[in-house]
């Protein structure tokens, strides 16, 4: 009977480590999904920061060049750069002022889901450089 007991216990032991080490593995899996997840949406927004501060730099000399033109159209340089600036103040003012709720919305909604399905999905395992890297 002790020895039942006793084959009992390590039986319980032995399962309780196991989905110890289950449990630590899933963890760990979550939080490398969500690290890969993170890193390639700063990848794809430091690219597209980037592309907006070129694009930015461009509009900026168009603008000028703008404020120039109306300027020698009607013979005051500063009154040209006024005109020209009428447009950025309202375009400024309305972005300023238009709530952007929907939008935040809609981009945490498409990361959560992304962490999700990545996550719940079982892939197979990956091969690095011709070695299969299995689960420990």
Same mark, same amino acid.
């Given at each position: 009977?002790?020895?039942?007991?006793? =084959?009992?216990? =390590?039986?319980?032991?032995?399962?309780?480590?196991?989905?110890?080490?289950? +449990?630590? =593995?899933?963890?760990?899996?979550?939080?490398?999904?969500?690290?890969?997840?993170? #890193?390639?949406?700063?990848?794809? /927004?430091?690219?597209?920061?980037?592309?907006?501060?070129?694009? #930015?730099?461009?509009?900026?000399?168009?603008?000028?060049?703008?404020?120039?033109? +109306?300027? %020698?159209?009607?013979? %005051?340089?500063?009154?040209?750069?006024?005109?020209? #600036?009428?447009?950025?103040?309202?375009?400024?003012?309305?972005?300023?002022?238009?709530?952007?709720?929907?939008?935040?919305?809609? +981009?945490?909604?498409?990361?959560? /889901?992304? +962490?999700?399905?990545?996550?719940? %999905?079982?892939?197979?395992?990956?091969?690095?450089?011709?070695?299969?890297?299995?689960?420990?």
């Amino acid at each position: 009977m002790a020895e039942e007991n006793r =084959k009992n216990g =390590k039986a319980k032991k032995k399962i309780t480590d196991e989905v110890r080490q289950y +449990v630590e =593995k899933r963890l760990e899996l979550f939080s490398l999904t969500i690290a890969e997840q993170v #890193s390639r949406l700063l990848a794809e /927004s430091f690219q597209q920061i980037l592309g907006l501060f070129v694009l #930015s730099f461009a509009l900026f000399f168009f603008w000028f060049a703008v404020g120039f033109w +109306v300027g %020698s159209l009607i013979g %005051s340089i500063s009154l040209g750069f006024a005109i020209a #600036s009428l447009p950025l103040f309202l375009i400024g003012y309305l972005l300023l002022n238009r709530s952007s709720k929907g939008f935040t919305e809609k +981009v945490q909604a498409q990361l959560i /889901s992304k +962490v999700i399905d990545d996550f719940e %999905s079982d892939k197979e395992p990956e091969k690095i450089e011709g070695k299969t890297v299995e689960e420990t």
